[in-house]
């Protein structure tokens, strides 16, 4: 693993280039959930930086939930929470990426059904149709964040089952074979955890989950995908930009 250093040459800012380090060493778990990272002068002598520099770092931290300022204490790790960016068609692994952690899956299932009706309605499947049902636990250093359920066209499944589908990245694998997404509709909603649900993120039975139900359409626009995700709400929130 290569490790982020402060480069005081560099075009990116001072204040940035922190940030990354400090984030890095939160998912490298250097620094643990609850656990106090060095006082602002430790932070200062070590990067060479003045205390305005420093502090912009650390309160980007704070902003984005990673870290908390408690009075009469210092800064601690909070637990690790992601973002999803509401308006952007992207795949778990895409978001995670490029938050720089280490996305991974496990596959619960896979095969071809013709008895989802539901489904087979979304995607514009036949009644004597079948569609490919996938079902997996999406993980951020090695860490249960998300349940996801996706459901594709036969054509496309025919697709997707050539390759491994625990550590498949399905938007690039559809890409590489020229099949391109154009939109999507997505509903969010909060929903409990059932027993099942629960022992496959590390969680209590009735805990609040974040589920995202997206239908995406392609280039032609016929629908591709039908995905139901559950999401850690500890772990996973939405991001909304809104402008007046």
Known sequence: MVHLQLNHNSPVPLYHQIKDILLQRISDKVWKEGDLIPTETELMDEFNVSRTTLRQAITTLVNEGLLEKKQGKGTIVKSLKFTGTLGRLTGFAEEIMERGYLPT???LRAELRD???IEKKKL?????????LIQRIRFANDEPI???????PE???NILMEHDLAGAKFYEVLEDNEIYLKKANETISA????????????VSAGTALLQMTRLSYGINGEPVEFTQTKYRSDRYQYNVDLNR
């Not at 514009?124 to 490919?132: A, P, T």
């Not at 998300?146 to 594709?152: D, G, Q």
């Open 105 to 107: 899956s496990k596959l």
């Open 124 to 132: 514009n499947v036949e009644e004597d149709g079948s569609i490919l």
């Open 191 to 202: 929903v409990n955890a059932t027993q099942y649900e629960a022992d496959l993120l590390g």
């Open 146 to 152: 998300a349940l996801e359920k996706s459901s594709w």
């Open 155 to 157: 054509h496309i499944g």
């Open 115 to 117: 008895d989802l009706f």
